[in-house]
């Protein structure tokens, strides 16, 4: 069992940086994947970006150049850093945890809502 809790979202204007903090209640070396993703009204969630447990990174297109994913194996925390933030990036975002205990299981925080004025 893995609990998530996200924090850091708001309300900023276009342009802005923020950062998303993602606590995890056990220690993340032993995680697989975690993962942020969003979902905006009316449409799918979807992945933002992704760090496996060897530090490896991937990134939606959308974000490229401007989010930065990042693991406190210390702190079992996982950041977004945002910068530049667009209107369309407003969404609830998600911390996705996947790992193996005895199979593959995901778990998924409560979210944190990141709203993006013009």
């Known amino acids: 069992q893995v609990q998530l809790v996200e924090s850091g979202g708001g309300l900023v204007q276009a342009g802005d940086s923020l950062i998303l903090s993602c606590a995890a209640s056990?220690?993340?070396?032993?995680?697989?994947?975690m993962a942020w993703y969003r979902e905006a009204p009316g449409k799918q969630r979807e992945l933002v970006a992704g760090?496996?447990?060897?530090?490896?990174?991937n990134y939606a297109d959308s974000v490229k150049g401007r989010f930065t994913i990042s693991r406190d194996n210390a702190k079992n925390t996982v950041s977004l850093q945002m910068n530049n933030l667009k209107p369309e990036d407003t969404a609830v975002y998600y911390c996705?945890?996947?790992?193996?205990?005895?199979?593959?299981?995901?778990?998924w925080g409560q979210g944190t809502q990141v709203t993006v004025s013009s």
């Open positions: 996705k945890a996947s790992l193996v205990l005895g199979s593959w299981r995901t778990y």
């Open positions: 760090i496996s447990s060897t530090g490896s990174t």
């Open positions: 056990r220690n993340i070396n032993s995680i697989n994947t």
